[in-house]
């Protein structure tokens, strides 16, 4: 059982929306799966249906091959993007109380509550209320809470809202360890950039229906856009330029030289190849510069989003 | 994984070490109490004042029905005009004047007397004036009309109507008197405690909204049992600071007692005055014993189980209700609105428990409202004291109890969306289409 995570055709109505349609994923074990969509897509939804928080009005979900029950709670960790925590109770009291309910007997939840608060250097905090702190302070507590109970699978519902950029960092690097360690995570958020740098695979959820998954980098490969960003120079750069315009699709490029060269991004036909390409530019002048455009994820969630 | 222990664990704890909870504790016995004290002392104090009153009594028909008491003391003034006579008082500085004009007919003589003051003369003293001079006019009028006055007062006979139930057990007026007492106080009590530890209940649900701690708790614990916790662990809380303000009060009760004990002992003597003299015939022993018989009468064992049953019950039926209102709205302020339905019966029942079951405990409406559910708790318990048979009680604790797990169902229903619903104020519709989700 390659997949931890099954989630099969579930559809969800609230009243007259439907919130969900027929939507299935697959996560694979191991893996930092991207769960991506514009706001109200339905993606809290899906996840709130992994939670068992919600059920849904048809499809099946199933944790490591079983289908969702009361046993799998406590094999989730659960980071909600409206999250809080009790506001005077004591951050000690409060973290065992929320170990406790994943199943944590008190003792095992005070030594990993003890190893990890020392980890993160949160360690005096452990009498403070939870209104004596910061924000960013609350979010680290939140977050050892949702890991604590060493959960198969992690859900983190835009993790980094709320913390510095060298927290963050941390929070990133925690992420990554726990992946290491064997957990499986979700990760559902509005930062591109952070999917670009974390997710393996991803789905693209947008009003109610899935409207893409796979791998990131096979996602990429199909979003291909033969497009070459190159830096030439000839001795008769606007004439060269005229020259590629007839033979390619040309438009010009923006990015730092040192030379005063000519910039332009290059679109291939799809049968035509790069090696091609930079042959025909290299018997014209001198190539300084020369790289595919890979679409960023940004691009593809805006294009895919508005053409659908 | 049940989890129940330990959510009212926690609900318990946070309530119980709450700092204006433990103020609140701690304080209401004593403000009581206090209170109580002043009210004690400020009503002697009063007492211990003596009015005299002058009286002019131009007629010359009244002045000898004014006997003395202990806190009126009345003066004739000798015949002079009215004038003088309000100079006169104003200068002693008594209470008051009471001036009777002289008119030929006996008739037309109520209309004629005036009570002159400083300041507005308290309602009691006027209405004994009034009955006195009453009575004695009509006495006079009777001898005028060649009626034997001192006949008719040896004729009077007082009656006192021996009550026993076919089943040979004795019974008295006083009897529905100490039952009226314990129906109401155990009906107040239950109307209370679901207002207090209701909003509690209430309150605690909103927290966990508008913290938004709310979405991490559900996804360990199912929502029934995150309210079921709520409202037994409130529930405990509210149980304990009701001991412990029994306990407090106690003390300070005996406390009072002791130092300040002629104070008390001489309002109790206030009162058993009271009672003897708005009973026909006054033999305090009587009185106590008869007390004492009337608590004997009450069904003690009927009414211990049957107040815990319908108090468990009726008060979880409207804290489930409190609580499903918690988790709809987003804020307190917005809770008026589903707060007041719910009261209404509660309200409800409690006038009906006051002014119909003691006037007929086993009348129609009293019967009714001891079947409908919302109103039962209180007005049954109302009933008891008074012998309701025990098929009566059965059918409407069961009808309770099934409607309290309806309503426990219904509330969790929209606990459940509700706890996750933000920024709408919902509306009867919506709640209603949420138990479809």
């Not at chain 2, 070490?17 to 304080?27: G, H, Q």
């Not at chain 2, 009063?46 to 009126?72: H, M, P, T, W």
């Not at chain 2, 139930?165 to 155990?186: H, N, Q, R």
């Not at chain 2, 508008?210 to 916790?229: A, D, H, N």
């Amino acid at each position: 059982m390659s997949n931890l995570l099954e989630v099969n055709k579930v559809s969800k109505k609230f009243g007259d929306f439907r919130a969900l349609n027929e939507v299935s994923i697959t996560v694979p074990k191991g893996s930092i799966f991207g769960l991506l969509g514009p706001n109200g897509a339905g993606k809290t939804t899906l996840i709130r249906i992994i939670n068992q928080i919600t059920m849904p009005d048809t499809g099946t979900v199933r944790l490591d091959g079983d289908l969702l029950n009361s046993n799998h709670i406590k094999d989730i960790g659960y980071l909600p993007e409206e999250r809080g925590l009790y506001k005077s109770m004591k951050v000690g009291e409060q973290a065992l109380y929320l170990a406790q309910l994943k199943g944590l007997s008190k003792a095992e939840a005070k030594a990993r509550l003890k190893y990890w608060f020392e980890r993160l250097d949160i360690g005096d905090w452990w009498h403070k209320r939870i209104q004596e702190l910061s924000k960013g302070m609350a979010q680290k507590i939140q977050f050892v809470v949702t890991v604590l109970h060493q959960p198969k699978l992690l859900i983190f519902d835009e993790p980094f809202s709320g913390f510095d950029p060298i927290n963050a960092n941390l929070i990133k690097d925690e992420i990554l360890r726990l992946r290491d360690d064997g957990a499986t995570v979700i990760f559902s958020t509005h930062r591109m950039e952070s999917v670009e740098e974390l997710c393996d695979d991803i789905a693209l959820i947008n009003k109610s229906n899935k409207i893409l998954d796979g791998k990131l980098i096979d996602i990429k490969r199909q979003y291909k856009i033969n497009t070459f960003e190159v830096g030439i120079k000839a001795a008769d750069n606007s004439g060269l330029k005229h020259e590629l315009s007839q033979k390619f699709n040309v438009s010009p490029a923006n990015f730092k030289t040192l030379d005063n060269e000519l910039k332009l991004n290059i679109k291939i036909a799809e049968t035509e190849t790069p090696s091609e390409l930079l042959s025909f530019l290299t018997s014209r002048g001198e190539v300084s510069h020369f790289v595919e455009l890979i679409p960023s994820v940004n691009d593809i969630f805006i294009q895919t989003v508005t053409n659908n | 994984m049940n989890h129940l222990p330990l959510i009212i664990k926690r609900e318990y704890l946070t309530k119980v070490k709450n700092k204006s909870f433990i103020v609140m504790t701690i304080l209401s016995p004593i403000i009581m109490i206090v209170l109580f004290g002043v009210v004690a002392y400020l009503s002697q104090l009063n007492n211990d004042k003596v009015r005299r009153i002058s009286i002019l009594d131009e007629s010359g028909l009244i002045q000898d029905a004014f006997k003395d008491s202990e806190k009126i003391k009345y003066r004739i003034l000798d015949t002079m005009s009215l004038g003088a006579a309000k100079s006169l008082v104003e200068e002693a500085s008594s209470y008051g004047l009471l001036h009777i004009e002289k008119v030929n007919d006996v008739n037309a003589l109520s209309n004629h007397i005036k009570f002159y003051s400083e300041e507005a003369p308290s309602l009691t003293l006027i209405s004994e004036m009034e009955s006195t001079l009453e009575k004695k006019l009509t006495e006079i009028k009777l001898e005028n009309n060649g009626v034997d006055v001192a006949m008719i007062n040896a004729s009077k006979t007082p009656v006192n109507i021996a009550q026993e139930s076919f089943k040979g057990e004795k019974t008295s007026k006083i009897d529905s008197v100490v039952k009226l007492i314990f129906g109401g106080a155990i009906g107040y009590l239950l109307f209370m405690f679901i207002i207090i530890y209701g909003n509690m209940i209430m309150r605690s649900v909103i927290e966990e909204k508008t913290t938004r701690v709310i979405e991490v708790i559900i996804s360990s614990v199912k929502p029934v049992q995150l309210m079921l916790g709520k409202i037994i662990g409130t529930s405990l809380a509210g149980i304990t600071q009701f001991v412990v303000w029994m306990c407090i009060g106690g003390v300070l009760m005996t406390i009072i007692t002791t130092t300040m004990g002629i104070d008390v002992s001489s309002m109790q003597m206030q009162q058993e005055e009271m009672i003897k003299q708005a009973s026909v015939n006054p033999e305090l022993h009587m009185q106590v014993q008869d007390f004492i018989m009337a608590f004997n009468h009450l069904p003690i064992v009927n009414l211990v189980i049957a107040f815990i049953l319908f108090f468990a019950a009726g008060y979880l039926l409207y804290s489930s209700l409190y609580a499903a209102i918690g988790s709809a709205v987003d804020n307190e302020t917005d809770t008026q609105q589903f707060v007041f339905p719910v009261l209404v019966p509660l309200i409800l029942a409690v006038y009906i428990g006051l002014f119909t079951v003691i006037e007929d405990p086993h009348g129609t409406v009293s019967v009714v409202f001891s079947f409908i559910p919302f109103t039962s708790p209180v007005v049954m318990l109302m009933r008891i004291p008074f012998g309701v048979p025990l098929w009566q009680q059965l059918v409407s604790l069961l009808l309770l109890v099934a409607t309290f797990m309806f309503t426990v169902w219904f509330a969790a229903k929209i606990y459940r969306v509700g706890i996750l619903m933000y920024g709408k104020k919902p509306s009867y519709k919506e709640l209603i289409k949420w138990i479809k989700y």
